[in-house]
T-cell receptor
Framework: DAGITQSPRHKVTETGTPVTLRCHQTENHRYMYWYRQDPGHGLRLIHYSYGVKDTDKGEVSDGYSVSRSKTEDFLLTLESATSSQTSVYFC?????????????FGAGTRLSVL | RKEVEQDPGPFNVPEGATVAFNCTYSNSASQSFFWYRQDCRKEPKLLMSVYSSGNEDGRFTAQLNRASQYISLLIRDSKLSDSATYLCVWGLYNFNKFYFGSGTKLNVKP
């Protein structure tokens, strides 16, 4: 299994509170991603990173911010959580070289915003 | 139009059956293709990459048709343990971005 750890694995929070999810990898892969998965929508990209301090938006980035200060850590922050952000969040990593751009996923974080 | 379209199913098949899923993609610049498997309440896991020439891994065969922009997955001799959701994925090398289908649910019954 790829060395990806997400924390926390489960979280319940209230509307309006800030929430930070952490993704930690031990593979030294260049690319890291945050997705959310909701019924009927599949996996949707929130933000991704292509190196330390290099990040870009995905298709559903509103209400989310990210930071990557070290190769191994990619943080996802919900500045002020809303009920629409209740979802399962997956972190993924990719080596990033041509022919080896397979993604590997963490176990996910189940977030409930009440 | 969605980047990736899949029939959500469920496909309910008996053990030992052969089942096939198709997936269409919208971007002709797509460069890499994959099938992932996702069990209930678990993370997606790579099942197989899909190559232009088609590829086989045991009971699983994947095909790519660039002209019609679809990929397929064939599962022979279905096992109970094959019950899962199968996600179709395509990616762009240059941007290392990936696009996922919503998945096709397979139920293999005794």
């Amino acid at each position: 299994d790829a060395g990806i750890t997400q924390s926390p694995r489960h979280k319940v929070t209230e509307t309006g509170t800030p929430v930070t999810l952490r993704c930690h990898q031990t593979e030294n892969h260049r690319y890291m991603y945050w997705y959310r998965q909701d019924p009927g929508h599949g996996l949707r990209l929130i933000h991704y990173s292509y190196g330390v301090k290099d990040t870009d938006k995905g298709e559903v980035s509103d209400g989310y911010s990210v930071s990557r200060s070290k190769t191994e850590d990619f943080l996802l922050t919900l500045e002020s959580a809303t009920s629409s952000q209740t979802s399962v969040y997956f972190c993924a990593i990719s080596e990033g070289t041509s022919g080896k751009n397979i993604q590997y996923f963490g176990a996910g974080t189940r977030l409930s915003v009440l | 139009r969605k980047e990736v379209e899949q029939d959500p199913g469920p496909f309910n098949v008996p053990e030992g059956a052969t089942v096939a899923f198709n997936c269409t993609y919208s971007n002709s610049a797509s460069q890499s293709f994959f099938w992932y498997r996702q069990d209930c309440r678990k993370e997606p896991k790579l099942l197989m990459s899909v190559y232009s020439s088609g590829n086989e891994d045991g009971r699983f065969t994947a095909q790519l048709n660039r002209a019609s922009q679809y990929i397929s997955l064939l599962i022979r001799d279905s096992k109970l343990s094959d019950s899962a959701t199968y996600l179709c994925v395509w990616g762009l090398y240059n941007f290392n971005k990936f696009y996922f289908g919503s998945g096709t649910k397979l139920n293999v019954k005794p």
